[in-house]
């Protein structure tokens, strides 16, 4: 299994600002995955964090607006910039322990408000 | 398009009746799918896959890949099952998943 730890587990924001994420894995994951969960809908990919490269993006997002770092194998963040309303949504990021696995595991989200 | 499609929001039964949660998918490829669970306070975690064909906490579902299916059932409901159940469809080997919209299940005594 693996254990994530997301940090901050919630925050209210102005609009216009910006909030960098963070997510810790207690062993070393190949890719990490960014989900939104914006109030009463499903969970939606925003990207997909490879350690050495840059981010691959989902339809509908962008590096601008959600920049990723991955600067080792158990470590990323993710950025929500100039932030509006409309980010308002829990952010999570998940693993697999190895590429064979077949099995997500989550962190416990990041619940953004932004006023 | 690939889409997973839970046409339930929410499910309200009985303690010992039971449940069934539906689940459709539209997938071009070979087809991996799971159930996701969320209890409360707790965060999402995998309740089943269809590959292993297992029974979990008495939940099992069967992929139907004539009617693209995934419902999931377990036959006498317990308190404890009150949750969010989310169906999800991997999408590349890398395990992108692509989650239906979700049942929220209240089993009441």
């Known amino acids: 299994s693996a254990v994530i730890s997301q940090k901050p587990s919630r925050d209210i924001c102005q609009r216009g600002t910006s909030l960098t994420i963070q997510c810790q894995v207690d062993s070393q994951v190949t890719m990490m995955f960014w989900y939104r969960q914006q109030p009463g809908q499903s969970l939606t990919l925003i990207a997909t964090?490879?350690?050495?490269?840059?981010?691959?993006?989902e339809s509908g997002f962008v590096i601008d607006k959600f920049p990723i770092s991955r600067p080792n194998l158990t470590f990323s963040t993710l950025t929500v910039s100039n932030m509006s309303p409309e980010d308002s949504s829990i952010y999570l990021c998940?693993?697999?322990?190895?590429?064979?696995?077949?099995?997500?595991?989550f962190g416990q989200g990041t619940r953004l408000t932004v006023v | 398009a690939q889409r997973v499609t839970q046409p339930e929001k929410l499910l309200s039964v009985f303690k010992g009746a039971p449940v069934e949660l539906k689940c459709n998918y539209s997938?071009?490829?070979?087809?991996?799918l799971f159930w996701y669970v969320q209890y409360s306070r707790q965060r999402l975690q995998l309740l089943l896959r269809h590959i292993s064909r297992e029974s979990i906490k008495g939940f099992t579902a069967d992929l139907n890949k004539g009617e693209t299916s995934f419902h999931l059932k377990k036959p006498f409901a317990q308190e404890e099952d009150s949750a969010m159940y989310y169906c999800a469809l991997r999408t590349d080997s890398w395990g992108k998943l692509q989650f239906g919209a979700g049942t929220q299940v209240v089993v009441t005594p």
């Open positions: 964090a490879n350690q050495g490269s840059e981010a691959t993006y």
């Open positions: 998940s693993v697999y322990t190895d590429r064979a696995s077949t099995e997500a595991f």
């Open positions: 997938y071009s490829g070979s087809p991996e």
